[in-house]
């Protein structure tokens, strides 16, 4: 290894340089160079004293502090949730032939392929208007048709699915004017449909923009479809889930009852495509022919009830009936199985049966490391309510609710859950609370075990609280997507996540020989 000798005001600062000796940045980052560089580097950054850092952080661990953190208003850190957007094109890559593309700038749509590239660790495509200063004074018409013209000639798309940014909400920008100049223009051919949403990120959160362009789909596509008779089949559609193990999961189950159905949004291999050598544009699995015809379905299932309510309202006015389940943990899976018995007028198959004795053993077997767990977990209303769901059957209490994109009557159906068991009873629904007001009730109040996405690793660090990484996204871990968490191997898979982490960190807290090893068992 040879070194470089840099000359400063105050020390000499060496730094590696040798081009062949490749270290992790885990490694490499505490070695001696950069360490002194680090340390030099804060006179210029105005840092705090490191004992000023210490007695401030101590701070925020206390009630007085707890106090001053909930009484804020008008500031929102680290929130559980997402905007518009980035659920608009999530639902949008489930549709055959689809192209998201997002009405703003560049930088917007670049956040959300990001955020789903990383999450799925799969390459996400969406087209952006590109809309820069001019269109935000101007307007982003020539934007829009230009775009418009350019993605259709490039990639070849059998639907544009078109939502929008703030910036377009902001400057007021007439979509549905938009579109249809487009057209008169030839920018695109009048036949290829382009539904759009108005997804402001402002308001709402993904959830939102997903019902919303879900609903622009549908509108979009069955307009003048709707027939005397129905055709046979059911909807189904499983809100923003981010397991594609789930639609997998869902096929099979429906399969084992020999049901015609159509997914609303098939998104799986969008986001878990194999890798066969030749690339596949697009991936979404729900033909524009089923979606138009879904509204002459028999019924509609929604599995999201807090997240499709305006997709619901829109086969509701068409006359069709919707159901709402949540086929999670037993009891919920139970209720959705019966349902398809009813449905489809089979025995509930024996495969199915015994799944659910083995999840249900599963859970026996284990019932003594959860069973009064205190638990503090976040997500969006619907994931949340599944998770609560399960954790009281097994014997597990919740305790701190925390939900960004909260509403009142999800809030008070949760709390008829919580209030039904004797494990709920200690719960708290914190509804439009953030990761920061969760992390200062985990000091204050603390818990045994933290559910919920990657961003609460920050919440492990600082509270060392054991963590169960469940719901989107998970950027710190690879392949959970693939996973199923409905039905009653979700059920299984779910537990044994929980489980495990109890067991990992115990492990952990008794790992030092001769002091707490009496505890470090082999048999658990």
């Known amino acids: 290894m040879t070194e470089n000798t840099e000359n400063t005001n105050k020390e000499n600062i060496v730094i590696a340089s040798d081009p062949h000796e490749v270290q992790d940045h885990f490694d490499l980052f505490q070695t001696d160079p950069y360490q002194k560089l680090f340390e030099y580097k804060r006179q210029f950054e105005g840092a705090h004293s490191k004992e000023e850092i210490t007695e401030v952080g101590e701070w925020t661990k206390t009630w007085d502090y707890r106090e001053k953190n909930f009484a804020r ?194 998104n799986a291999d969008a986001f878990d495509a194999p890798n066969t050598g030749e690339l596949e544009m697009y991936n979404g699995k729900t033909t524009l022919e089923e979606a138009g015809d879904s509204i002459n379905a028999e019924g509609s299932f929604f599995f999201q009830k807090y997240t499709t309510p305006k997709s619901q309202a829109f086969f509701k006015e068409a006359g069709q009936e919707t159901f709402n389940f949540r086929p999670f943990g037993i009891r919920g899976t139970d209720e959705f199985i019966t349902k398809l018995s009813e449905i489809s007028g089979k025995e509930v198959p024996q495969q199915l049966i015994e799944e659910r004795g083995r999840a249900v053993d599963a859970m026996t077997d284990s019932q003594a490391w959860i069973h009064g767990k205190r638990v503090a977990l976040y997500g969006d209303p619907d994931h949340v309510f599944g998770l609560v769901n399960f954790l009281l059957e097994l014997g597990a209490e919740p305790v701190h609710i925390v939900v960004s994109n909260s509403n009142n009557k999800f809030e008070k159906e949760l709390q008829a859950v919580l209030d039904a068991s004797i494990y709920g009873q200690k719960a708290t629904i914190w509804g439009k609370k953030d990761l920061w007001h969760l992390r200062s009730l985990m000091f204050t109040e603390p818990v045994d075990l933290l559910i919920g996405n990657s961003y609460g690793k920050y919440l492990w660090r600082d509270t060392e609280t054991p963590f169960v990484r469940i719901g989107y996204p998970i950027f710190d871990r690879h392949h959970m997507h693939r996973y199923e968490t409905l039905g009653y191997r979700g059920a299984f898979n779910l537990h044994n996540w929980i489980v495990n982490t109890i067991l990992d960190e115990l492990d952990r807290k008794t790992i030092i020989p001769g002091k707490t090893d009496i505890s470090f068992d082999l048999i658990r």
């Open 73 to 266: 208003e008008a500031l929102t850190i680290n929130p559980a949730k997402a905007c518009q957007p980035l659920g608009a094109l999530f639902l949008a890559a489930g549709f055959e032939g689809t192209l998201p593309y997002s009405h703003g700038s560049q930088g917007c749509v670049a956040y959300f392929r990001t955020h789903l590239t990383r999450n799925y660790k799969e390459p996400f495509q969406a087209v952006s208007s590109s809309m820069t200063e001019d269109a935000a004074v101007f307007g982003g018409y020539k934007n829009l048709a230009d775009g418009l013209a350019n993605c259709y000639t490039l990639y070849k798309p059998k639907m544009i699915a078109l939502c929008t940014t703030c910036m377009a909400e902001v400057i007021g920008d007439d979509l549905s004017a938009f579109v249809e100049n487009a057209k008169h223009e030839e920018a695109i051919p009048q036949e290829i449909p382009v539904p759009f949403a108005h997804t402001p990120s402002f308001v709402g959160s993904h959830v939102t923009g997903y019902d919303n362009m879900l609903k622009a789909i549908l509108g979009n596509l069955t307009k003048g479809k709707k027939a005397e008779t129905t055709n046979g089949k059911y909807n189904f559609n499983l809100g923003f889930d981010p397991y594609v193990g789930n639609i997998r999961e869902l096929k099979r189950i429906l399969n084992l009852f020999e049901l015609d159905y159509t997914i609303l949004s098939d």
